[in-house]
């Protein structure tokens, strides 16, 4: 039997051993990954160091340069190796990501079950009804009440709208007599009217007044200019 299927036997075989968790597992991975990561980088480096021997060498020490690239090759060899190793390990952890996500939706999902079955069976479906009949039957009560509350008071409509309106007509005319009383009508004037009733005074207009007066000022003018004339000559 090889060593791999012994391992897997005596994997099988020790039962003593609990299965870890989901978060155990996930963060082994997430170690071994960054372990692998860091791997990656030593491998990286250590293949630019053995291509930078191999064109120091070159053709002076063929020997020294075939090595270097031997070197490389191997490290190379194991990048490739590292490679898929980590790419089998996310797809690993991703899909034990969403196997622990399901469990716990189905776990949640049961436990909601489980506590409405919980409250359900505290339910009666008739009392429901029953219940609900209720309520609407109190709706419609308080309803009428508002209804009831809402109209108007019977008393009002026992006056007589004809005696109302009768005295609304009064106090209307009432009204009327006080600002006929008020008026006061224009005085009469005392002075007879004219003989002719078609030929009214004439009454000088502003302007002809104005050219009256302007005249005569001149004429004054002229009169005393030629007083002082007059006076000079003698």
């Known amino acids: 039997m090889s060593k791999l299927g012994k391992f897997f036997k005596g994997g099988n075989s020790s039962k003593s051993?609990?299965?870890p968790s989901p978060q155990e597992a996930l963060a082994r991975l997430r170690e071994t990954e960054e372990m692998l990561g860091k791997k990656q980088e030593y491998l990286e480096s250590r293949?630019?160091?053995?291509?930078a021997l191999a064109k120091?060498?070159?053709?002076?020490?063929?020997?020294?340069?075939?090595q270097a690239l031997k070197r490389k090759k191997r490290f190379e060899k194991q990048l490739t190796?590292?490679?898929?190793?980590l790419s089998t390990i996310e797809f690993q952890r991703e899909a034990l990501?969403?196997?622990h996500t399901n469990t716990e939706v189905l776990k949640n999902m049961g436990l909601a079950a489980k506590a409405m079955k919980a409250v359900h069976e505290n339910m009666d479906i008739n009392k429901i009804d029953d219940l609900m009949q209720e309520i609407t039957e109190q709706q419609d009560i308080a309803q009428e009440i508002s209804e009831a509350f809402s109209q108007r008071v019977g008393f009002i409509d026992d006056f007589d709208e004809d005696e109302l309106m009768s005295e609304l007509e009064e106090?209307?005319?009432?009204?009327?007599?006080?600002?006929?009383t008020n008026i006061r009508l224009p005085n009469v004037p005392c002075?007879?009217?004219?003989?002719?009733?078609?030929?009214?005074?004439?009454?000088?207009?502003?302007?002809h007044r104005s050219r009256s007066r302007a005249a005569s000022s001149r004429r004054k003018e002229d009169e005393d200019d030629i007083k002082?004339?007059?006076?000079?000559a003698s």
């Open 17 to 19: 051993k609990a299965a």
């Open 228 to 232: 002082q004339l007059a006076a000079w």
């Open 81 to 85: 190796q590292i490679d898929g190793t």
């Open 97 to 99: 990501e969403n196997s």
């Open 171 to 180: 106090l209307e005319q009432e009204e009327l007599n006080k600002k006929m």
């Open 191 to 207: 002075t007879s009217l004219p003989a002719h009733p078609g030929r009214l005074p004439s009454v000088p207009s502003t302007s």
């Open 47 to 51: 293949i630019q160091r053995e291509l």
């Open 56 to 66: 120091k060498h070159g053709t002076h020490n063929k020997r020294a340069a075939l």
